[in-house]
């Protein structure tokens, strides 16, 4: 497989044929339970009827239209989603990375209109994780991101540690365009922003004269059981990113814009040819009408806090602590075991995990699983700690 595909992914040799709910079958009709979603995109599972309903239904009508025109269906889903998360403005693209590229830019142009040529600096976070286009890599605040072999990278990000209050102290100025931020770092280990920190350093940033951005490619659209992380997180950011679930699994992402960010942008700013097709909105509208459902979410906090508490009661002495809110989850390891060797183990025995960090095995699980995927995957997934223990 790796002779046909760039193997940048250190791909697990395993073909899947077949999936429903959070349940997979690879090409030797073996069973494996779901704990991953394609990375946090599959929110409602696979085969999920209503979605594949929509998504079948639109590709009979219209996949693909040009942007210098309006569909029937994006207009639609712009409402549902502008309506749920109480934002103005919103640009589509294709993933998380497309998004966040937007929310730089509109970082950019917002600090030229409101200081000039000087106020360009993007604050963003150490552990942070934003993408793999050259600018969102220069926001990650993780060196291993940034190898010498890709520079030069591009300038004018500065990072600064979360949760820290001396930190603020002189983290904005009148150079600063925005303070771009996590509510929960997930490739950098499942790290859950402190409330009052985050609203301290939104505070620092608006007074220098800046916007706040929340990346929430990842916490986003129900994960950590509100529709936006930023809702309980309680800074109301001019700026929000989305992707993964945004669309159940087919591929799409969002800049959502309002307050002094919304009229930023103008013709020709920034686009995206496959940016909102009619085949990702069809999607995307259900995902929305799904996850905004306060039984459902509901339902996500429920089955998040049991995952965390069946872990906790474990008792392992390879577990140092079980983090996270809605259904991400991270389970922090001693040093002495490698969260990729656990990984390897669950893989063998059937279940999909993934890491996070240098030390943590983490849980982005479908939404919409079921009780008896949660006990099946934590069965297994108890067996593999215990034989590291």
């Known amino acids: 497989m790796e002779r046909r595909i760039v193997n940048n992914y250190g791909s697990f040799d395993v073909i899947f044929e077949k999936a429903k709910g959070a349940t997979m079958w690879d090409s030797n009709g073996k069973k494996y339970i779901d704990f991953i979603a ?12 209503p979605l594949v309903k929509a998504v079948s239904r639109q590709a009979k009508r219209q996949i693909h239209i040009s942007n210098y025109y309006f569909s029937d269906v994006g207009l639609a889903f712009a409402d549902e989603l502008l309506k749920v998360t109480n934002f103005e403005r919103g640009f589509f693209g294709n993933s998380g990375a497309e998004a966040n590229e937007a929310a730089v ?59 820290d209050y001396e930190a603020l102290e002189d ?86 814009m ?46 998040g806090d049991y995952i965390r508490s069946v872990i906790s009661s474990w008792n392992l002495p390879i577990v140092k602590q079980v983090r996270g809110k ?20 669950c893989l063998e025995k059937g279940l999909c995990t993934t890491v996070a960090g240098s030390d943590v095995v983490r849980f982005l699980p479908p939404l919409t699983i079921s009780d008896k995927e949660i006990d099946e995957g934590l069965e297994i997934y108890h067996s593999v700690l215990k034989q590291f223990s």
């Open 105 to 163: 830019k509109v970082a950019r142009k917002y600090g030229f209109l409101n200081g000039g040529a000087k106020r360009k600096t993007i604050v963003t976070l150490e552990s942070s994780f934003h993408g793999r286009t050259m600018a969102t890599l220069t926001a990650t605040g993780q060196d291993k991101f940034h190898p010498e072999c890709f520079g030069p990278y591009v300038e004018g990000f500065k990072t600064i540690k979360a949760n």
């Open 326 to 345: 809605g259904l991400m989850i991270g389970t922090q390891l001693v040093p002495e075991v490698k969260p990729f060797d656990v990984e390897i183990r």
């Open 171 to 256: 983290a904005f100025d009148d150079s600063t365009a925005a303070l771009f931020l996590e509510c929960i770092q997930g490739e950098g280990g499942v790290n859950i922003i402190d409330q009052e920190w985050a609203k301290a350093a939104a505070d620092a940033a608006r007074n220098a004269g800046a916007i706040v951005m929340c990346d929430e490619v990842q916490t986003g659209i129900g994960r950590t059981g509100t529709f936006l992380a930023s809702d309980w997180l309680g800074i109301e950011p001019e700026v929000v990113t989305l992707a993964k679930g945004i669309a159940g699994g087919i591929p799409m992402g969002a800049c959502l």
């Open 38 to 49: 394609g990375i946090g995109v599959n929110c409602l599972g696979h085969n999920y009827k």
């Open 258 to 303: 309002r307050g002094k960010a919304a009229d930023v942008f103008a013709a020709g700013d920034h686009q995206s040819t496959f940016g909102g097709n009619p085949l990702a909105c069809a999607a995307g509208k259900v995902v929305v009408e799904t996850v905004s459902d306060w039984d459902f979410l509901n339902r996500v906090n429920q089955a």
